[in-house]
Each structure stands twice: as C-alpha cells, then as structure tokens.
C-alpha cells in the first residue's frame, strides 16, 4: 500500500459507515501531498555514521631519511655511482603533523550508500540519519 490508500484507510477505519467514502479519498491524496511537501522540505542530518574509507595516496611533504647499511663500501674512500638495496628506511611513523617527512597528506573518499568495499566491512548498518526537531521547517 502507499502513502494515499494508507490514510484513505485510517479515515475509513474511523468512520461509522465505511460504505460510504464521501470525500476521504481527496482527504487522503491531499494529506500525503501535505506530508510528502512536508518532509522534502526538511533537513535531515546523519546523527551517527561510521564508513569505510578508501586512502588512494598518502605522501609526505618532506623527504624520508634512511640509515646506509654497513654492507655497502666504496673503493678508495668515493662516492657509490651506482647501487641497490644499500640503505635502510626504518618502519614509516606518518602522523598528520610532524612526523617522519613532515606532515602526511592523504587523500581518500567516504562512500556513503553503494561501495567499492566487501559490505562485510562496510559498517552501513551503524549509520543513522535523523531529522532533528530544531530542523524542522513549517511545523
């Protein structure tokens, strides 16, 4: 049932002679129509959410300094030209502010409604949207 033939029937149902309709179903189509009008005009805020986000890039805004392993020489006191796996970064302590290379930026998206994630993981069933009473338009 929709909206309409919801109300026509709570104002039948209340009605000593059902039988007869008189107006009702007009009464019926212009409350939803006042109700629909009603709600769409609202505001409605996400009290509670808690989504899966997806980082595509995190990146430091200065460079990262590793250790020279004490595999590595050099003839004769010179520079290396060339060479492989001869320093060490240690583990990676990002933080938003001062860490290692300086501040992390990352970059990466909140899907709220259908995602790229396995649903398992999603987390969709701890949101809530509520319309807020202080929100409310044309009481």
Known sequence: MGLVSDIEKVFLD?????EDKGNVPQMAEGL??????????QTFTITEMKSILEVEEISTTGPIQGDVLQT????AGGNVVQGKKGVLIPTVNLKKFGGQGGAMKAVGYAY?????????????????????????IGR
Request: aromatic share 2%; charged share 30%; net charge negative.
């Open 112 to 136: 709220i409604g259908r995602n790229p994630v396995d649903s398992d993981e999603s987390n969709e069933d701890l949101t809530k949207v509520k319309l807020l009473d202080e929100n409310i």
């Open 32 to 41: 939803a129509d006042a109700i629909i009008n009603f709600l769409t005009k």
């Open 72 to 75: 590595v020489t050099t003839v």
């Open 14 to 18: 209340s009605m000593d002679n059902p």
